[in-house]
Each structure stands twice: as structure tokens, then as C-alpha cells.
């Protein structure tokens, strides 16, 4: 199993994307600013607003591709239309 998500800061202003075989240890280690010099230190994105899983990490690395041509408009329509308060769905993970 391989994940494409979609990580945000609190006032969604910037976005991470990015393509993980373990979802909850990644988004543990972006919040947890593990490697305080990424992207996602830097900018604060600790907010998990979208995820969705693929069969291999080949098709998750290509949806990743997908997302990231996306112009800004259509990432943030696309995470609308599946998350629409922006919620850190990963709030209620241990």
C-alpha cells in the first residue's frame, strides 16, 4: 500500500505534497518537525487535509506528479470538494 496526501499550515496558505508507504509515521514525523530544514518545517504544514491510497508507490508517485502540475486553484477545489472545513484529518490519530 502506498499513499499520495496533502499536508497544510493552519491558515491554508501552503501545501505540501508528497508520497509515503506509512502514512501515519509520516504525517508523526511532519508534525513533529523531524527534519527541521524540509519544506514542511519551514512553512509550518502540519495538517494532513487530504489523503488517498494506491496499490503500488509507482501509481501514488504518479498521482503525486498529477497533483503537483495542478495550478493552486484546482488543488484547493479538489481538497474542497473532499474536505471542505479543512480539517487535519489526522486529528484523532495516536
Known amino acids: 500500500m502506498a499513499y499520495v ?5 493552519k491558515i491554508n496558505s501552503t501545501l505540501y505534497i508528497g508520497v509515503t508507504s506509512n502514512l501515519q509515521k509520516r504525517v508523526w514525523e ?6 527541521p530544514d524540509s519544506f514542511t518545517s519551514r512553512y509550518n504544514c502540519e ?8 496499490v ?3 501509481d501514488a ?6 497533483f503537483k ?3 493552486r486553484k484546482w488543488k484547493n477545489e479538489f481538497i474542497d470538494k ?3 472545513d479543512w480539517i487535519d484529518l ?3 490519530w495516536v
Open 69 to 71: 502540475a495542478w495550478q
Open 90 to 92: 489526522s486529528k484523532d
Open 61 to 66: 508517485i504518479a498521482r503525486e506528479k498529477q
Open 47 to 54: 495538517k494532513l487535509v487530504y489523503y488517498e491510497d494506491s
Open 5 to 9: 496526501y496533502i499536508m497544510s499550515n
Open 30 to 35: 511532519h508534525k513533529n518537525k523531524i527534519l
Open 82 to 84: 473532499s474536505n471542505p
Open 56 to 58: 503500488s508507490i509507482k
